[in-house]
């Protein structure tokens, strides 16, 4: 297990879900943990309720407030990618290329330029995580512009391990996890979907922030892990 007490670790799109549930197992660790976000009232509430957690607002998307934030922390040990959109879904017939192009800006665009620009402050025994989702892996109809964007991020785990050695590289992909995410829907369709994947899922249920939360961790203090995308989906990819 790497030491990580005093460690500086970063989190990308970690204000609320499983970001911000692996920012506080990190923290218990002892690590330093920098969490980012675009939201301003979310922010200033994860500052309130967690004061152990450093609490910064960047636009992952932009790559001049991508340079700003780096610069202003120095030196990173450990980078964590959670950052995502809400675009991309939909049948393939009807799925509008403009929406989906938008998907991949908000969600793999955004963790290719946040961890490309962070190469040179990150350590040389750090570590990068990605985030993707379980719908890369998975053939559920719907999912088609989801499964491109994601399956983008995983693509490129494996080379990016063996290219930017001994920094290690490796990914979380998470099935359906019940976070503010889905708040982005009626509540009468949020209800119906997670009921629907819960009972799809071969445990019986969707995951919890905490769960992903400690995936995370697992990943970012092994420091044997390198090159792996690492499945929490409660099986739902083979149903």
């Given at each position: 297990?790497t030491e990580?007490?005093?460690?500086k670790?970063?989190i990308?799109?970690?204000t609320?879900?499983?970001?911000?549930?692996?920012?506080r197992?990190?923290?218990?660790?002892?690590?330093?943990?920098?969490?980012?976000g675009r939201?301003q009232d979310?922010?200033?509430?994860?500052?309130?309720?967690?004061?152990?957690?450093a609490?910064?607002?960047?636009?992952?998307?932009?790559?001049?407030a991508?340079?700003?934030?780096?610069?202003s922390?120095?030196?990173i040990?450990d980078?964590?990618?959670?950052?995502s959109?809400?675009?991309?879904?939909?049948?393939f017939?009807?799925?509008s290329s403009?929406?989906?192009?938008?998907?991949?800006q908000?969600?793999?665009?955004?963790q290719?330029?946040?961890a490309q620009?962070?190469?040179?402050?990150?350590?040389?025994?750090?570590s990068?995580?990605?985030v993707?989702?379980?719908?890369?892996r998975?053939?559920n109809?719907?999912?088609v512009?989801l499964?491109?964007?994601?399956?983008?991020?995983?693509?490129?785990?494996?080379?990016?391990?063996?290219?930017?050695?001994p920094l290690?590289i490796?990914?979380?992909?998470?099935?359906?996890?019940?976070?503010?995410?889905?708040?982005k829907?009626t509540?009468?369709l949020?209800?119906?979907?997670l009921?629907?994947s819960?009972?799809?899922?071969?445990?019986?249920?969707?995951?919890?922030?905490?769960?992903?939360?400690?995936?995370?961790?697992?990943?970012?203090?092994?420091?044997?892990?390198n090159g792996?995308?690492?499945?929490?989906?409660g099986?739902?990819r083979?149903?």
């Open positions: 297990m990580v007490s005093g460690r670790i970063v990308m799109g970690g609320s879900g499983m970001g911000l549930a692996a920012a197992q990190l923290a218990s660790l002892g690590a330093s943990l920098v969490v980012t939201d979310r922010a200033a509430k994860v500052r309130q309720e967690n004061p152990e957690l609490v910064e607002i960047v636009d992952a998307t932009s790559v001049e991508l340079d700003s934030f780096y610069q922390q120095a030196s040990g980078l964590v990618l959670c950052v959109g809400a675009k991309g879904a939909g049948p017939a009807q799925l403009v929406e989906l192009h938008e998907g991949f908000q969600k793999f665009f955004a290719f330029h946040a620009r962070a190469l040179p402050f990150l350590q040389k025994d750090g990068i995580t990605f993707s989702a379980i719908s890369a998975a053939a109809p719907g999912t512009g499964a491109a964007i994601n399956g983008a991020i995983e693509s490129m785990v494996k080379p990016l391990a063996r290219e930017l050695k290690r490796n990914a979380v992909s998470p099935g359906v996890v019940e976070t503010p995410w889905w708040d829907l509540p009468n949020r209800e119906t979907l009921k629907q819960a009972a799809a899922s071969l445990v019986g249920r969707n995951g919890s922030p905490q769960e992903l939360g400690s995936a995370i961790a697992f990943l970012v203090t092994n420091g044997f892990v792996t995308v690492l499945e929490i989906d099986g739902l083979l149903s």
